[in-house]
């Protein structure tokens, strides 16, 4: 009789233990070949930035060349099913961008669900935009400005990158927070959007931070960043938030997996990108582009998207947002 215990108490162990010795056995296997990191957005643009970067040290860390696919259209939901369909072994990740949240509401019929069908691995960066005025605006700060824009109702015509991009999305938070009546503008892209700013054929730009050649010429005036905090790229403008309270409307930038990847790969991921963004060259490298330093675990990522889809959601039902 003893010896049955024994035998089974073995047995039990071993049940017990197996699955630890496999998942770890997985984890320091992978990966086995080449990571596709797949990016929803053309190549040169902040999105694709990230990915290259990321890229670049994950192929270090990880000891495989990560490869940067772009996969355009669909404001990124086709990168997303590009990956959610993909083996969950951890071989194909997906750049996460703000899209993600905002195309959640955007988008009556999707094919994904993105909680549901995409795991968090890290948040990497995020990124402020900037508020721009034509130098013909006359104010000189977003109060300025607010009282401007409510002294002229529908007056004033406010360029973005396109309809339910990002900066959009920011210009349309503004007009709901301070109240006041503009006419939307969209533009294929930021480039042509800042090219008819300079030019005077709009008043008001919600951009990324690649402007400052621009603003240390005269062409636009920078009346604060769309950030919680200052940026140090600009560290003397303010942020829209010190004139209108809780305002943040910045871009970020993480990665994620298939849905069922599993949890060791996923938490080596997110060791080594962690790992990554503690190098101080490159927090140098996201700086240069206005970033900041996200990291954290799986679960402060999943919940940044959660809370970010819930924010953007209630602009695009309140401003009525469709998608061309």
Known sequence: MKTHRRRFLRLLVGATVLPVILQSARAQAYPSR????????????????????????LSER????????????????????????????????????????????????????????????????????????????????????????????????????GVGSGPHLGGELFKMMAGVDMVHVPYRGGAPALTDLIAGQVQLLFVNLAVSEHIRAGRVRALAVTSAMRSAALPDVPTVGEFLPSYEASAWFGLGAPKNTPAEIVDKLNKEINAGLADPKVQARLADMGGMTLAGSPADFRQLIADETEKWGKVIKFAGIKPE
């Open 34 to 57: 080449p990571v596709r990191l797949i990016v929803g957005f053309a190549p040169g643009g902040a999105p694709d930035i990230v990915a290259r970067l990321a890229g670049q040290w």
């Open 62 to 161: 990880l000891g495989q060349h990560v490869v940067v696919e772009n996969r355009t259209g669909a404001g990124g939901n086709i990168a997303v099913e590009a990956v959610m369909n993909a083996p969950a072994d951890g071989h194909t990740l997906l750049l996460v961008p703000t899209a993600a949240a905002i195309n959640a509401t955007l988008y009556e019929k999707l094919n994904f669900n993105f909680l549901r069908d995409v795991a968090p691995v890290a948040g990497v960066t995020r990124v402020p935009n900037i508020m721009l005025v034509h130098p013909s605006v006359p104010a000189h700060s977003v109060a300025e400005f607010i009282a401007y824009a409510k002294a002229h109702p529908g007056k004033i015509s406010m360029a973005s990158a």
